[in-house]
């Protein structure tokens, strides 16, 4: 788990079992190809049974939430690689 940051690279603290076991399944020489179709919240949401840490960061909108917080924690799960 990636702990949280200051606000200016505020991670969200994610499990990585379940982004690790599917990505082993993914051949490493193959391109992946997305199409990422997002809608966001005004303000981000956490639910009372979230880790302490997310019910700590400060407010934000959706839209800002996803790439200072959910991208960097997803990349640095995976070891910062963004390829």
Do not use: W
Request: net charge positive; glycine share 6%.
């Amino acid at each position: 788990m990636t702990p949280p940051l200051q606000r200016q690279d505020a991670r969200v603290p994610v499990p990585t079992t379940a982004l690790k076991a599917i990505t082993s399944s993914i051949d490493p020489s193959r391109p992946v190809y997305m199409l990422n179709l997002l809608r966001f919240r005004d303000t981000a949401n956490y639910s009372p049974g979230d880790p302490e840490a997310f019910q700590n960061l400060p407010k934000c909108s959706g839209r800002e939430a996803f790439p200072t917080r959910y991208v960097p924690a997803f990349l640095a799960s995976f070891g910062g690689r963004g390829h």
